[in-house]
């Protein structure tokens, strides 16, 4: 069947005709390494790798066998296993901010019950988060993620319905690298905030030098909870996650995509006496932070995720992310830059995105000043000649090949032509 017969079947039975991640057109049918294929039979380098899981590439033949190996002795149990145990335990060995950790399904369901938590060990209600800053589906995260009417800080703007008043009443919304506007802020509200919730690398933005220091030194200074959503950013941007690479250590943090190893697993993770909330024996039943989860935990997710990080592990596994995003970097400015076209790349070698854009981006604010219409242009044009690049994001994977960066400078060489003949 083709993406076409399918995208008529899905719209039969999924509302707009897909899952609600990406737009609906595109099936794949599978991918291996670096590479995509649609129903179509066309083939792509992917860019996109899952949205982030993929580091190592898809299909990794050693995650494939133990994975095979975990399934022949059973899928999930809800109850403990012992590789859910030893990912637990690579996590806290690896995480500076990690003593212990509690397991959900999802990045979303982690970051809402750090929020929760946070909520729990200091008996505060409002949450602090940066504009633009993505962190799940909740009621609270669904607050000023991409606002198309721009307010006043630090009101909330919410992004959907369904969302009652009183949640938008206890959050506050700050621009991201402003720790001017932070510190003000904390002067009239600190005493009321459970936590402050902030990518350190939110979407593609670079905290600028300082700024996460600044945060963490608020923090201490107000008796707030930092959480770091590292579900992208852990085990990305360094082994230890945006907290090793950047030497700044919050309270918890939550991780997904990549310790799920292409599985769904997602945690929370963070200081003893925070965690310990979900010990009700420990805390009492007027302190405890319920959670359950069906397949939290679950194995086959653990050991995909322990094989994941263990390649990561391995000798110069970084060194060669780094080279690669900086391989790609370099295309998109030898044709950019030939073509006379406006644009900067904003992010990190393993993580960044193309804006068209005459200035450099500091926050939400500057993002959306970029022209998303020939970004859409640039990123169907690059589709067209075999490579998957996404809005928003380009995610660099250790599967990257001679033949991958080939066909990249060929198809954005293509695609830099056409935008520039418009």
Not at 20 to 40: A, H, L, T, V
Not at 49 to 77: C, N, W, Y
Not at 117 to 146: D, N, P, V
Not at 347 to 362: A, H, K, P, T, Y
Request: aromatic fraction near 8%; charged fraction near 25%.
């Amino acid at each position: 069947m083709t993406n076409a017969s399918w995208m008529e079947r899905a719209r039969a039975v999924l509302p707009d005709g897909g899952f609600g991640n990406i737009e609906p057109s595109m099936f794949i049918r599978e991918g291996k390494g670096s590479r995509i294929w649609d129903e179509d039979g066309r083939e792509y380098v992917d860019f996109l790798i899952g949205s982030g899981p993929m580091l190592i590439g898809h299909g990794h033949e050693e995650v494939l066998d133990s994975v095979a190996r975990q399934m022949s002795k059973g899928m999930t149990f809800f109850t403990n296993n012992s590789a859910g145990v030893e990912l637990a335990e690579e996590i806290c060995n690896a995480v500076p901010c990690a003593d212990q950790v509690r397991f959900v399904s999802s990045g979303g369901e982690a970051d809402m019950y750090a929020m929760r938590l946070a909520r729990a060990f200091t008996g505060r209600s409002k949450i602090l988060k940066f504009e633009g800053g993505y962190h799940g589906m909740s009621g609270e995260a669904q607050m000023s993620l991409a606002p198309t009417h721009l307010v006043n800080f630090p009101q909330a703007v919410p992004d959907s319905a369904g969302i009652p008043d009183s949640v938008r009443g206890d959050m506050l919304i700050a621009p991201f690298n402003d720790p001017a506007y932070l510190e003000s802020l904390l002067t009239e509200y600190g005493d009321q905030i459970a936590c402050i919730i902030v990518e350190p690398l939110q979407r593609i933005i670079p905290p600028q030098a300082g700024f996460l220091q600044a945060v963490r030194k608020l923090c201490d200074q107000y008796g707030i909870v930092l959480i770091f959503d590292e579900i992208v950013t852990g085990f990305r941007l360094a082994y230890g996650g945006a907290q090793t690479r950047y030497g700044v250590k919050p309270d918890l943090c939550t991780l997904g995509k990549i310790i799920g190893g292409g599985f769904p697993i997602a945690a929370v993770a963070g200081r003893k006496d925070i965690m310990v909330h979900f010990d009700k024996s420990a805390v009492g039943p007027e302190r405890w932070l319920m959670m359950i989860g069906t397949l939290s935990g679950n194995p086959v997710g653990a050991v995909a995720g322990l094989k994941t990080m263990e390649i990561l592990r391995r000798e110069g596994a970084y060194e060669r992310l780094q080279a690669n995003g900086e391989r790609i970097t370099g295309l998109f400015r030898k044709h950019l830059d030939a073509a006379g076209i406006a644009y900067r790349i904003v992010g990190d070698m393993q993580l960044f995105d193309v804006l068209f854009i005459d200035r450099d981006v500091r926050n939400y604010r500057d993002v959306i000043q970029a022209d998303v219409k020939k970004n859409m242009r640039f990123n169907a044009a690059l589709r067209e000649n075999g490579v998957f690049k996404p809005m928003g994001k380009v995610y660099i994977s250790l599967a990257l090949k001679e033949a991958d960066f080939e066909v990249t400078d060929n198809a954005i060489a293509k695609a830099v032509a056409k935008i520039a003949a418009e």
